[in-house]
């Protein structure tokens, strides 16, 4: 009985979590990748992108091109939402440049 009570309440939180956040810098003139990935990613993927939460792949060991990772986070995959509706095309492409700079780490 507790185990299915734990599932909706992960899921939940992961939804709260990777969800849209209004306090999001849209809009800014320099827009920040690792402040949006913070609020957007963190949950599922962690600070250093090597989490894997409910499946999230380690990003660091991504072998996808630029343009594919904007791909994959405009429209989502699997579990992961499609954030072309929460953030704009140059947050989505800050974020992925991020994410490329996880994958360079010691």
Known sequence: MRRLLLFPLLLFA??????SDP???SG??????AAIYAGQCVLCHGDDGKLGLSGAKDLTMSELSKKEMIA????????????GRVLTAEEIEAV????RALG???
């Open 14 to 19: 992961m939804l709260l979590g990777c969800g």
């Open 23 to 25: 306090g999001h810098p």
């Open 28 to 33: 800014t003139a320099a827009t920040d990748g």
């Open 72 to 83: 994959l986070v405009t429209n989502g995959k699997g579990l992961m939402m499609p954030y």
């Open 96 to 99: 992925v440049d991020h994410v």
């Open 104 to 106: 360079k780490r010691p």
